[in-house]
């Protein structure tokens, strides 16, 4: 199911390409007029989980594993892009009206028990304070839809048609930054990077309401915030990337980029954090990823990998990543212009001699239609 709210004076139509690969089309703009990624870059918390203006695109993104009390499982997805408009509009204004970026929004439930998945998205060019990032302190919104907190806490809200998330989300792990040298590579060349740190497992309470039904949940919950202005190539049409917690206490994030003949390109990459919150930069030859079940979109016609096998050789695991139920596809061709995959999956195989299990969340671009960026 797929609603849209539009609450700007005038529609604004941008593609997820621009927010996620950040101009492709326009990277001498990008590169001239916004501050790239660049090796040196230091984090530090809670300045970094705030908006950085500098850069032409943001996004930061929740996806989580809920339960119910009476034991029903959900996933949900709660993401906030933006994209800046001209660096020149970054001064000391103090119209209301300036657009300064534009701010797209995304916000997803996954019932696995009915296999039913429903999602609803936000435009606005922010005028008046209907969305926007805060610089300091941490606080993103669209409309009634809000991600705020500190090092300690993390707080998100959204409601859209009876259904609504209102969780509190306890980090149970330091940031772990990707990348090396404070930058995550995306392809060849200066700046083809972000900045790119996640919270891996945040302990989660809450209400998720159904039909206007609130019902008290737990779970976990994992956030992503990158940052960077022009990360990838014409070459790259789409990508594969999973986050997912293992019962033993360890996290797994991984991306591979495809490249238009089919090869994965070798600046994919990925961290494994260890249990006591160390996390391990793998380079592309330290895993591989291989499809091995297919499911067609009766609405999009794309062809989605919905299991996959995860072989991280030098650590001796060896993953099967089944997606909970097929249909969780996003269909935002009504506004962000990309049709794409973002859901719950299932993970079991072997660490080491021992069995092992988890949960996650994948995400898979390009399959719908080559990712290229709107003219």
Partial sequence: MRRFSDHTAKPVIIGIAMLLCLSVGSGAYAKQAFRQALP?????????????????????????????????????????FRVGVDPSLRGDSRSRWAVRDLHL?????????????????????????????????????????????????????????????????????????????????????????SHYYSLTNMATEGTLTLTGKPRTVTGSTWMDHEFGSNQLTESQVGWDWFAIQLEDGAELMLY???????????????????????????????????????WQSPKSGGRYPIRWQIQVPGRDLDLSVQAAFPDQELDTRGSTLVTYWEGSVAISGTAGNRPIAGVGYLEMTGYAAPFRQPL
């Fill in 40 to 80: 040196g870059y230091r984090f530090a918390f809670p300045r970094d989980h705030a908006s950085h203006p500098d850069f032409k695109t943001e996004w930061w993104y929740y996806s989580g594993h809920l339960q119910t009390e009476d034991g029903q499982r959900f996933g949900y997805q709660l993401t906030f």
């Fill in 105 to 193: 929004a995304h916000f997803a439930i996954s019932d696995l028990t009915q296999r039913r998945f429903q999602f609803w998205e936000r435009r606005s060019r922010g005028a008046l304070d209907s969305a926007g990032a805060l610089t300091a302190g941490f606080k993103v919104w669209n409309g009634p839809w809000e991600a705020s907190g500190d090092e300690k806490v993390h707080h998100v809200t959204a409601r859209a048609e009876g259904y609504a998330i209102d969780l509190t989300l306890t980090p149970t792990k330091p940031p772990a930054i990707h990348g090396s040298h404070g930058v995550s590579q995306k392809a060849a060349g200066p700046g083809r990077a």
């Fill in 256 to 294: 591979q980029l495809r490249l238009t003949d089919g090869r994965a390109d070798p600046h994919s990459s990925g961290s494994l954090i260890h249990p006591d919150g160390q996390v391990e930069h793998l380079p592309f030859s330290a895993f591989r990823l291989t499809p091995q079940e297919v």
